[in-house]
């Protein structure tokens, strides 16, 4: 009865165009960051750092990126895994060059150099589409990996072919390497996911947003209309990469601490951030982070279940995980196509007009 | 056709046409060996409401695509605004000021009525990227500045009901005009409408011939279109192209061109004896 646009009035079209035009959703998004700044910092450990928030808050930075580039401009890529990697070599190569220079900065041009090899990756995006470009960006996929192996200068020829993050520190605290607390990881993860998915906002609500969304429903009006497709296309591959490469050097820095490439960046990851996409509805900010809170959450949620409440073994557990995620996606391949956030402003359309739905 | 000089002419309801726009020159199209269109020349005024009509297969689609870019002739000239048009791209057309609408409707079907014809104002919105990203003064100014400007039009074309609508939802009718907002939101100087009337019922016709005949009037804006329905056509019409099969067989008033004896043969068939 509280959830209504009436009496909620609008005098500009500023605040006719705002992110959450009714009150209880402005109202849940401040008590969530509220909750998010303010509380959990306080009282996160390890567990709940390691196994759920942190990993969540660095998926929700990639499945923001792929949704930009395959949920808005529509331009489909199996590549995230390599862009990851790319990302997360150039956080190891900048810090263990430049050890002076402040982590943020690192992560920031980490980002940087994964957009530019984003773009050069998406220059065939101009010419093919759809399952072509899925094959394309799936080629960059395996590429890059391969690069990061074969070539030693990536790994500053350690032994192992791992890369291992030394420890840097942001204000005082450390949030990579051994010494790194629970809260420093969980907050410099939360901030960078903060100010993005707002810059996500913004882009996709803007003219850029437009644009890329309008090649996706119609190429051909888009360029009509003065859109040039050149432009769209890159740019969204750039931005994405952008994301993209600050959720692989995050991972790699920040939560995995040591990681090599072929485990930690295979196609697997690929394929992970586009079932959380996928899941969680393309085109859509909430989307992103539904289906990542949706496909890290889960293995932890059957976990427990299963091997601390049933006691059955590890590896069935394991199996019985891969066969849920395979068949949800399956499910909301059929059922909803624009995944949980659909659900959601559905369940929101029917609230509004609950309890006279006519 | 006296009356009409390249300084323009008086149409017979009052209306001061002006002088050329758009010229095509002996513009020649094929597709292989396929002639499509085959030496046409013919002028669009400024302010005019200027028709192609011909039977299925005529060319005037071509002719149409040929004017926004997405076909190249590969003989004859396209003049636009006094300067002779090389090869362009269709965005790059778009930025010339020439607007179009689509035979099968091509709007945005994921967006809203509203983004969907914001979209027709992007190449006016100049903000950089980080004034994006951040939503900083300009981009949030320019948004705004063209928001009202799209109100506008969606209080012209009577659908701000469907405002925040996704397109995909709309009923056939609603679709066509919104995408007539969609080109009016650009401020053409050229309005090109494929069709603006196919398939829709008597209601609807009358309904799209008065926008039409409204852009005209309160814009200024000078407009093209393809129509099959003959009695729209001449009555919306100021001067009439008739094509067919890539030729032009006439071209004047409306009231000229419904005497002329090959446009006659064309429509109703002649007999071969």
């Not at chain 1, 009035?9 to 998010?36: C, E, H, M, N």
């Not at chain 1, 590890?314 to 909301?332: K, Q, S």
């Not at chain 2, 020349?41 to 926004?68: V, W, Y």
């Not at chain 2, 010339?96 to 983004?115: C, E, K, P």
Request: aromatic fraction near 12%.
């Amino acid at each position: 009865m509280i959830y209504r646009e009436a009496g909620d009035f609008k005098t500009s079209y500023r605040d006719d165009s705002q992110t959450f035009p009714i009150r209880l959703d402005r109202w849940g998004y401040y008590i969530t960051l509220a909750v998010a700044f303010g509380i959990i910092p306080f009282v996160i450990n390890d567990y709940w750092a390691n196994a759920v928030l942190v990993p969540f808050l660095i998926y929700a930075i990639a499945a923001l990126g792929l949704n930009i580039l395959t949920g808005y401009a529509g331009q489909v890529s199996l590549g995230t895994g390599g862009f990851m990697a790319v990302g997360a070599y150039s956080v190891y190569k900048l810090m263990t060059a430049f050890p002076e220079v402040n982590i943020v900065i690192h992560i920031l041009l980490a980002g940087g150099i994964t957009a530019m090899v984003g773009v050069m990756f998406g220059l065939p995006s101009l010419r093919i589409k759809g399952f072509y470009l899925a094959v394309a960006t799936l080629a960059a996929q395996f590429f890059l990996v391969w690069l990061f192996n074969k070539v030693p200068w990536f790994y500053n020829y350690s032994a192992s072919g791992q890369i291992n993050a030394p420890t840097r520190t942001v204000l005082g605290h450390a949030v990579t390497g051994p010494a790194a607390t629970a809260p420093a990881k969980y907050l410099i993860c939360l901030v960078f996911v903060f100010v993005l998915a707002w810059v996500a906002r913004n882009l996709t609500r803007g003219t850029l947003g437009r644009k890329w969304m309008a090649i996706r429903d119609m190429d051909i009006a888009a360029e009509i209309i003065g859109v040039n497709p050149l432009g769209a296309k890159l740019s969204a591959f750039a931005v994405s990469s952008f994301f993209i490469g600050i959720a692989g050097a995050l991972l790699f820095a920040v939560y995995l601490g040591a990681a090599e490439v072929g485990e930690a960046f295979g196609i697997n990851k690929s394929f992970l951030v586009l079932f959380m996409i996928i899941i969680g509805g393309l085109g859509s900010i909430f989307g992103s982070f539904a289906g990542a809170a949706f496909l890290v959450l889960l293995p932890v949620l059957l976990k427990n279940l299963l091997v601390g409440g049933l006691g059955w073994p590890t590896d069935l557990a394991a199996h019985i995980e891969l066969m849920i995620v395979g068949a949800l996606i399956v499910l909301f391949l059929i059922v909803e196509p624009h995944g949980l956030a659909r659900l959601w402003s559905l369940a929101k359309e029917k609230l509004r007009l609950w309890p006279f739905p006519h | 056709m006296n009356d009409m000089t390249s300084q323009g002419y008086v149409t017979p309801d009052g209306r001061q046409i002006g002088g050329t726009l758009m010229e095509l020159k002996n513009i020649t199209l094929r597709f292989g060996g396929v002639v499509a269109i085959k030496d046409i020349s013919f002028d669009i005024r400024q302010g005019e409401i200027r028709a192609i009509i011909g039977p299925n297969g005529a060319g005037k689609s071509s002719m149409l695509n040929i004017i926004s870019g997405f076909y190249t002739p590969q003989e004859g000239e396209v003049w636009f605004k006094g300067y002779r048009r090389g090869p362009m791209k269709p965005y790059q057309v778009a930025r010339l000021g020439i607007a179009r609408t689509f035979q099968n409707i091509a709007l945005f079907d994921g967006m809203s009525v509203l983004d969907n014809i914001m979209t027709g104002r992007l190449n006016r919105m100049k903000a950089g990227f980080l004034a994006q990203a951040m939503w900083w003064g300009s981009a949030a100014r320019e948004e705004d500045e063209n928001r009202e400007a799209v109100e506008k039009i969606i209080d012209f074309l009577e659908i701000q009901n469907i405002r925040k609508t996704p397109v995909g939802r709309l009923p056939y009718g609603l679709k066509k005009r919104v995408e007539l907002a969609r080109a009016l939101a650009a401020e053409p100087k050229l309005l090109l409408l494929d069709e603006p009337m196919a398939g829709m019922n008597v209601e609807e016709k009358e309904d799209m011939s008065r926008f039409i005949l409204d852009v005209n009037d309160e814009f200024g804006t000078t407009i093209c279109l393809i129509e099959h329905d003959m009695g729209v056509v001449m009555d919306l019409s100021d001067r009439v192209v008739v094509m067919d099969y890539g030729k032009k067989i006439g071209d004047g008033t409306p009231a000229e061109v419904r005497s002329n004896q090959a446009v006659i043969d064309a429509y109703l068939g002649v007999a071969h004896d």
